[in-house]
């Protein structure tokens, strides 16, 4: 069965840094989406983006996060200036289309721990 | 707001018991609702889900979840749980127009052998 893969599947990095995570959606899926989890709390949603732009973002999406799909395989997620706070787990997901009736398909996620 | 809420963050049962986890959803829309199941060390997988028609969804696994949209819930239920069904559960329903998910808090489930 085809998979959503992430890489790393750990970063570490100093505060202020950028980040960059990088997702491979399923080959035909045309709707990414990244998740976070921090620990001990439920999985939120950050973006969704179709047709190379992004359709919605929530709160949590602020200037210093950006989406891209730069080579039409890769999906990634850049955190400009990391903070403390930003220690999670970002899950992406794909769906492919048919509207709302479709599920959408998770990566193994990427821990990311800021020091 | 759309919201879900999962009762059970912890639950422990022996091999053989019958699960049921809770789930309610608050949302004013034709509702969307799934449960994903999480091994440890591995992805947020779908166990089933619920679009439209027949109320009680089966999905892998033994797993079953019944819509009962008078009481906005969508609890997850297994006869008989086995000790690889160890793993954390979150319900899920579609919020907005762009299909993202808005998940429950998550219920850690410990099956002892």
């Known amino acids: 069965e085809p998979e959503v893969t992430q890489t790393p599947s750990h970063q570490v990095t100093q505060m202020g840094q950028e980040v960059i995570l990088r997702c491979v959606p399923i080959?035909?899926?045309?709707?990414f989406y990244w998740y976070r989890q921090i620990l001990g709390q439920k999985v939120e949603f950050l973006v969704s983006?179709?047709?190379?732009?992004?359709?919605?973002k929530s709160e949590i999406f602020d200037d210093q996060f950006s989406v891209e799909r730069p080579d039409g395989s890769n999906f990634t997620l850049k955190i400009r200036s990391t903070k403390l706070e930003d220690s999670a787990m970002y899950f992406c997901?794909?769906?492919?289309?048919?509207?709302?009736?479709?599920?959408?398909?998770f990566g193994d996620g990427t821990r990311l721990s800021i020091l | 707001a759309q919201s879900v809420s999962q009762h059970n963050h912890h639950v422990i049962l022996s091999e053989a018991a019958s699960l049921e986890l809770g789930c309610n959803y608050s949302?004013?829309?034709?509702?969307?609702l799934f449960w994903y199941v999480q091994y440890p060390g591995q992805h947020l997988q779908l166990l089933l889900k619920?679009?439209?028609?027949?109320?009680l969804v089966k999905g892998i696994k033994g797993f079953e979840a019944e819509f009962i949209k008078s009481k906005f819930s969508f609890n997850l239920r297994k006869p008989s749980v086995q000790w690889s069904d160890t793993a954390e559960y979150f319900c899920?329903?579609?919020?907005?127009?762009?299909?993202?998910?808005?998940f429950g808090t998550g219920t850690l489930l410990a099956v002892q052998p």
């Open positions: 997901a794909s769906m492919g289309t048919g509207g709302r009736n479709q599920p959408q398909h």
């Open positions: 080959s035909n899926h045309l709707y």
């Open positions: 983006f179709y047709n190379n732009e992004i359709s919605e």
């Open positions: 949302y004013g829309g034709t509702v969307n």
């Open positions: 619920y679009f439209s028609g027949d109320p």
């Open positions: 899920a329903i579609y919020g907005g127009a762009t299909n993202k998910l808005i």
